[in-house]
C-alpha cells in the first residue's frame, strides 16, 4: 500500500534521477560479468553453485520501487541478504512501475542503476517491446503456468491477487460491497486509487475492474474511466494515492487497491486503524505482477540469484506470507510445498475473473492514456 505512485512522486523521481546521472558508471565489466549478463538460465553459468559464486563477488543487488510493506518483499528483502550476504539497494520504494522503466533508461551504464524489476502487466509488455529485458528462466520454470510466463523469459508473473475495497470502521459505518456502491453520496471526497493509472499497476488494475463492474470486459476499459470520471465529478473520489501513511490520517478512508495490500495495511495499523477489507461482488478481477531482469543491469549475477530465490519454496512461501497469491501455488500445492496456515488466511472468493490478454492489456494501457486525464483530471 505505500506504493503511492503519484504524479508528484513520478515527477520528483525524474528529477532525482536527473541529478544522479553523472554517478559513476559500473566501470568495465570482467568476463563472468559478460557471461552473467547473457546467462538465460543457471546452467549457463555452470549451475546453482557457481551463480551463487558469481552474485556474492558481486555483492550488491539494486532493486527498486519495493515497499517493505508490499506483498512480504520487506522479509523477502532481508532473508535473501541473510541468506547470501549480498547487500540490498532499494531505490524510490514509493514509486509506480513507469518510474522503474524510466531508471533503467536514464540510468543506464551507472552502478546504481535497477538490476531487477516488479512490474504491473502492462508495463512489463512495453519493458520488452523496449528491450529493456534480459532473458531469464528460473529453475522452477515449468511450474509457472504458459500462460503467466514471456515464453522468451523476458518477464514472468510472481505473485497476484485481487482489487478489492478498503475503509475505515470508524468513519465508513455503511460499508461499501460494490463498485456501484461508491457513487452512493454517503463517500463524497472519501475513495481513491493507489496512484495514477497511466503509471501505476495497481491503480490501472482498480480502473480495469470498475470497467467489469459497468459493463465494459477485457477489450473495452473506457466504462471504468468514465466510472470514475463520474467520481470526481460528484466529488466522491479524490486524487490522492493511497498508502498507510493517508489510511491512518484518515485522508483515505476508502481505497481501491490489491486485496493482499490491503490486509497487509490491516495488520501493520491494527490498533491504530480499523481497516476492513472486502472483494467486490461485481467488477472481480485478478491479475499478477512480473518479474523482469534488466538488460544493462549493474550487477547481473545477483540479478539473476534473487530470481532464483523469489521462485524458490521459500520465496513463492514469502509471498505468501504478505497475503499475495505466488505464481507457483498451483505446483507447490502439489508438491506438498505450500504452508497452508499462510494459504487458508487469504481473503476469501467466489467467481471467477477475466485474464486479459497481452495484446488487450496493451490496448487498455494505450485507452487509459489518452483519456484518463481529459475524462478524470
Not at 532525482?16 to 557471461?35: P, R, V
Not at 491479475?287 to 539473476?304: D, E, K, L
Amino acid at each position: 500500500m505505500n506504493r503511492s505512485r503519484t504524479l508528484a512522486a513520478g515527477l520528483l523521481a525524474v528529477v532525482a534521477l536527473a541529478t544522479t546521472a553523472c554517478g559513476s558508471s559500473s566501470g568495465a565489466s570482467s568476463a563472468s560479468d559478460d557471461k552473467a549478463a547473457t546467462a538465460k538460465s543457471a546452467a549457463d553459468l555452470g549451475g546453482m553453485d557457481a551463480l551463487i559464486a558469481a552474485a556474492k563477488k558481486e555483492g550488491t543487488l539494486n532493486v527498486i520501487t519495493l515497499p517493505r510493506t508490499w506483498a512480504g518483499y520487506g522479509d523477502l528483502m532481508d532473508n535473501f541478504t541473510k541468506k547470501y550476504g549480498i547487500k540490498i539497494n532499494d531505490a524510490n520504494p514509493d514509486g509506480s512501475s513507469q518510474d522503474e522503466i524510466n531508471a533503467v533508461k536514464q540510468l543506464k551504464g551507472q552502478d546504481r542503476a535497477p538490476d531487477v524489476l516488479d512490474l504491473g502487466s502492462s508495463f512489463a509488455l512495453s519493458a520488452a517491446s523496449a528491450n529493456l529485458l534480459a532473458p531469464y528462466q528460473v529453475s522452477t520454470w515449468k511450474d509457472i503456468p504458459d500462460s503467466q510466463k514471456d515464453a522468451q523469459g523476458r518477464w514472468f508473473n510472481d505473485y497476484g491477487g485481487y482489487i478489492s475495497i478498503g475503509y475505515d470502521a470508524k468513519q465508513i459505518t455503511t460499508p461499501p460491497t460494490s463498485f456501484a456502491d461508491l457513487a452512493k453520496p454517503d463517500y463524497k471526497g472519501k475513495v481513491a486509487l493507489n496512484g495514477d493509472p497511466t503509471k501505476a499497476g495497481a491503480a490501472f488494475a482498480g480502473v480495469f475492474a470498475a470497467s467489469l463492474a459497468k459493463g465494459g470486459n477485457a477489450d473495452n476499459i473506457q466504462p471504468g474511466i468514465d466510472f470514475f470520471g463520474e467520481l470526481k465529478k460528484s466529488g466522491n473520489f479524490i486524487p490522492v494515492g493511497a498508502t498507510q501513511a493517508t489510511i491512518q490520517s484518515g485522508q483515505t478512508p476508502i481505497t481501491i487497491d490489491w486485496d493482499y495490500l490491503q490486509v497487509s495495511a490491516a495488520d501493520t495499523l491494527k490498533g491504530k486503524v480499523d481497516w476492513k477489507v472486502v472483494v467486490p461482488t461485481d467488477g472481480l478481477y485478478a491479475n499478477y505482477y512480473n518479474q523482469a531482469v534488466s538488460a544493462t543491469a549493474p550487477h547481473p549475477a545477483a540479478a539473476r540469484l534473487w530470481e532464483e530465490y523469489l521462485y524458490s519454496a521459500e520465496g513463492q512461501n514469502g509471498f505468501l506470507k504478505g497475503w499475495a497469491r505466488p505464481v507457483e501455488l498451483a505446483a507447490m500445492q502439489g508438491a506438498g510445498t505450500v504452508d497452508k496456515t499462510l494459504l487458508d488466511a487469504l481473503p476469501k472468493v467466489s467467481g471467477n475473473s477475466p485474464f486479459p490478454t497481452e495484446a488487450q492489456l496493451d490496448a487498455a494501457k494505450k485507452v487509459i492514456a489518452a483519456n484518463w486525464a481529459k475524462t478524470v483530471g
